[in-house]
């Protein structure tokens, strides 16, 4: 089992610190990989002392002439003897780089080990023997590659003293290889013709390869890009709890990507609260100054209390993950019961974890044999592509932004039985991604404001069953209107006749209804509108949802009528059939409404009239910049 | 970060996840290098305080400086102290050799006390690089009923993604130094400040690498007197770490056994 823990980064004597490429060598197993390993070891002088000596002595007891592969089956030796866990990972230096070799080998367990170690590279090494040429394998590793995400594949055409080192075999096997990895989105870095055996073309251009006018393997390995390093990446904290051991209320998680310090604007995804990191708190030493980075596990408070949950995720304003329940996945399966469409999973994206269904398989491969599996389930080491749908909000990035968040596991019984990447997050319930270019509008938001003497905007009215919101957003809306304002009123229980026809009320169900009424009101608000939303919203998280979608436009209202009041009034009747039983799922008795914490504005339907609600309203839209007072400058903007 | 920083990072995330995800936990403090860094680092892991029992299963037979250390330091450090006696030498299978089989009165009374206090996870000081059966070790590692540990059938562990479902009546084994050399360990002590028992610094020609009971651990010859003078040991050194522990030397397989029937 290979833990990676990444190592220090290595200093050069001058104290710059050296680029540090991670990559994976994979090929048919006789074409001639561990001799590539230890000629590689060899000329870049990377070789322990007294190890060529021991392979000179082994070959020589065997009667074999001199071994290159030995060294690495004498480290699978010690591997599997468990001496350390830094033998699964060979260190050696080019000119430029540090290179660290993820060994990746055996066929049966092939796949847990490439994909544990291999997922993490930066780039990889194919191999192919020239004799031979393109094989099965060769093509099964490059997809395993395609699927690992790695992008940067130096191709080493081997054993090129079989076939007498010949440009044309080499131009033909470089043709073949090419199309493929090209057809699987993968471009070769290089193609080298070598003989790993004798040296050429490894570290050196020899006269046997003077036709070839590319790079070595050592150059084209000194030319792979590092990853970009976590912390030039966006902030990325996982929550793994909330302690409160003494007067703190300390955040603590592991920072996987940017960075972080007191002061700080930051929001608290999937619910997209915001705050301000107040200080970074630590032991024996507290607070810490300074900027702390990825891979530093740390502890934050912040300026304001705030519901936080373990699996959350805190990231800078402007540039936070995803919120999605809905994603798709690139997996490996490694439980026994094959996984199909349908199965209800747990899935864990770093501390946080959901109950999930699997939506649809799209692609079920045994890399193996390399065919899709006609019935689309997932076999024991198999791969495949599945859209998953999750029970929970989750916050998480594709994979390709983010490789530390936008990976995850999934258990069975409590056991982790695969694993993979987020290949794409959904923020709807699509079944097949699709490009969307947004269409702008014509008119610009001020020439819109000056028409109608306001900005966009989204009143939020919350409240219990029968508080007034309806009552209130309707007098809103005439009063709007009359003054030459153009309100619009988006009344929950109409949009459910049509647009959110498909929903229930289930928790899930009502969280879409919001989701939805907030992506209109905003739709709305953004062309100039002021939607007047009446909607009970009875969960914070939700109303925070529709906070976020429409940002800087929302204004929430809580219609903070007494419960007994709203009892009494009853119009729908609605109290009186739960009373009786019949309606299931109705907010208003009980306690599931989650009253508002930071309203704009708070009002008691019971303590004044309507118009002096609408007045109290339309105060509040002028004081926060809706409502202009008067009219500015009309004609130098129509 | 440096070296040491990242080793420390790691671990407490491993702290934090096992606190997170088990119900009750504790700390198997044997009063060593080891399992006092693993508080160190505890502590920092949860600011100051350890959130759960630090559980010393205890022989009888540590040396008195060990236990010197432990009163006084259980105190200074605020520990939740559970000090748990292990059953006499009868109790334990006579057909260990003798050194194992007095090393296997610690898994007894570690079976005992998980019976009393009900923990469902040990956080534990072992290291790959210690011994070879511990290599191949998870860092959140299942133990059956019977606190056994079934080397053949151990679960996936990947991206810092650990296993945190016992089934019912078993517990987990959590490894958070796992990662660890004991050059790292000996540089971490040194630059936390972390106090040490003096038995580990050259005394007339000899020091202990690695402290168990005093019947079964033997000093190496040593001119180390000084954490520094340490580190410069364990660079030229061939010996290994645990060649003063009796048991491992008995036969080839005394230690796995050990391991597999739940010795750390």
Same mark, same amino acid.
């Given at each position: ?148 995400? /790695?992008?940067? !594949? *130096? ?7 079989? $076939?007498?080192?010949?440009? @044309? &075999?080499?131009?033909? #096997? ?110 024996? /030493?507290?607070? !810490? *100054? ?7 596990? $740390?502890?934050?408070?912040? @300026? &304001?209390?705030?519901? #936080? ?330 | ?264």
């Amino acid at each position: 089992m290979n833990m990676i823990v990444t190592p220090a980064s290595p200093a050069t004597p001058n104290g710059t610190t050296r680029p540090q490429v991670r990559i994976v060598i994979v090929g048919h197993v006789d074409h001639g990989k561990s001799t590539l390993v230890g000629r590689l070891l060899h000329e870049t002088g990377s070789l322990p002392d007294g190890k060529l000596e021991m392979l000179k002595a082994v070959s020589a007891r065997r009667g074999m002439p001199f071994e290159w592969s030995f060294l690495l089956d004498a480290l699978q030796t010690e591997r599997d003897q468990g001496i350390t866990i830094d033998t699964t990972q060979i260190r050696f230096r080019t000119n430029s780089r540090d290179i660290v070799l993820i060994d990746a080998p055996g066929h049966a367990e092939f796949l847990r080990n490439m994909i544990t170690g291999a997922s993490q590279a930066d780039g990889a090494v194919l191999i192919i023997d020239a004799l031979e040429g393109v094989r099965d394998q060769t093509r099964r590793h490059g997809y395993l590659l395609h699927l690992l995400g /790695v992008k940067q !594949v *130096a191709v080493v055409v081997n054993k090129m003293d079989r $076939v007498d080192f010949s440009a @044309d &075999r080499f131009k033909e #096997i470089s043709d073949e290889i090419s199309a493929h990895l090209n057809g699987l989105g993968v471009k070769p870095t290089a193609v080298i013709p070598i003989s790993a055996r004798d040296g050429d073309g490894v570290a050196e251009r020899t006269d046997r390869i003077g036709w070839y006018k590319g790079p070595t393997v050592v150059e084209a390995l000194d030319q792979l890009e590092p990853a970009r390093p976590l912390e030039a990446l966006a902030l990325r904290l996982p929550v793994q709890a909330i302690y409160k051991f003494d007067d703190r209320r300390i955040v603590a998680g592991r920072i996987e990507s940017g960075s972080l310090i007191a002061g700080d604007e930051i929001v608290i995804m999937p619910a997209g609260k915001i705050a301000k990191i107040k200080s970074v708190e630590s032991w024996p /030493v507290t607070p !810490v *100054a300074g900027r702390q980075g990825a891979g530093r596990s $740390v502890g934050i408070t912040l @300026d &304001r209390e705030l519901f #936080i949950e373990r699996g959350d995720i805190v990231a800078h304003a402007g540039s936070a993950p995803r919120e999605t329940r809905r994603l798709r996945a690139r997996i490996f399966w490694l439980h026994d019961r094959p996984l199909a469409k349908g199965d209800q999973l747990l899935v864990r994206c770093g501390p946080k974890e959901s109950r999930a269904t699997v939506v649809a398989i799209e692609k079920a491969v045994d890399p193996g044999e390399l065919s899709s599996s006609e019935n689309k389930a997932i076999g024991r080491n198999h791969v495949g592509e599945i859209d998953i749908s999750l029970s929970n909000s989750i916050a998480t990035d594709p994979y390709t932004e983010n490789p530390r968040t936008g990976r995850l596991v999934i258990e069975v019984s409590g056991r982790i039985a695969g694993g993979g990447l987020v290949l794409s997050v959904d923020a709807g319930q699509r079944a097949v991604p699709v490009d969307i270019v947004p269409v702008e509008s014509a008119l610009r938001p001020d020439e819109r404001s000056a028409r109608y003497r306001h900005n966009g905007a989204v009143v939020w009215l919350t409240g219990l069953p029968a508080s007034g919101k309806s009552t209130l957003a309707k007098a809103l809306e005439r009063r709007l209107f009359t003054n030459g304002g153009l309100p619009i009123l988006l009344d929950g229980d109409t949009l459910r006749a049509g647009l959110n026809s498909d929903l229930g009320f289930s928790t899930a169900d009502r969280s879409e209804n919001i989701r939805r009424l907030a992506e209109v009101a905003t739709h709305l608000a953004r062309n100039g509108h002021i939607a007047i939303v009446a909607a009970v919203s009875p969960a914070r998280q939700d109303r925070a949802t529709a906070r976020r979608i429409a940002d800087t436009t929302f204004r929430e209202i809580h219609v903070a009528t007494p419960a007994e009041v709203c009892e009494e009034r009853d119009p729908k009747g609605h109290y009186k059939k739960a009373r009786a039983g019949a309606l299931a799922s109705f907010t208003g008795i009980g306690n599931d409404y989650e009253v508002p914490q930071a309203a704009e504005l708070v009002i008691d339907t019971s303590a004044r009239t309507v118009t002096e609600a609408a007045d109290e309203i339309e105060r509040m839209l002028k004081a926060t910049g809706v409502l202009f007072d008067e009219v500015v400058d009309l004609a130098a903007n129509i | 970060m440096d070296h040491l920083d990242q080793l420390e990072a790691q671990s407490i995330y491993i702290f934090r996840e096992a606190f997170a995800r088990l119900k009750k936990i504790a700390l198997l403090w044997s009063l060593g290098k080891d399992s006092n860094v693993m508080i160190w680092l505890a502590r920092k892991a949860f600011f100051g305080k350890m959130p759960f029992p630090a559980l010393h299963v205890d022989t009888g037979k540590k040396f008195p400086e060990m236990y010197r250390f432990r009163d006084h330091y259980g105190k200074e450090w605020d520990l939740d102290l559970r000090v748990e006696p292990c059953p006499p030498i009868d109790a334990v299978d006579p057909t260990l050799p003798p050194a194992a089989r007095s090393a296997a009165r610690k898994t007894e009374g570690l079976k005992m006390a998980l019976g009393k206090f009900g923990f469902d996870g040990l956080i534990a000081g072992i290291r790959r690089d210690e011994e070879a059966t511990r290599a191949k070790e998870r860092v959140f590692s299942p133990r059956g009923l019977e606190g056994n540990w079934d080397v053949r059938d151990q679960p996936p562990e990947f991206w810092d993604h650990f296993n945190a479902s016992p089934p019912q009546g078993a517990h987990l084994r959590i490894h958070p130094i796992l990662h660890w050399t004991e050059a790292d360990i000996w540089a971490y002590t040194k630059r936390e400040n972390i106090p040490i028992i003096p038995l580990y610094l050259s005394q007339n020609g000899k020091r202990y690498r690695s402290l168990g009971d005093q019947d079964i651990t033997n000093p190496v010859a040593s001119t180390a007197s000084s954490i520094d003078e340490i580190l410069i040991e364990l660079e030229q050194t061939k010996v290994p770490e645990r060649a003063g522990r009796a048991l491992d030397h008995e036969t080839e397989d005394a230690f796995e056994r050990l391991r597999v029937a739940g010795y750390l």
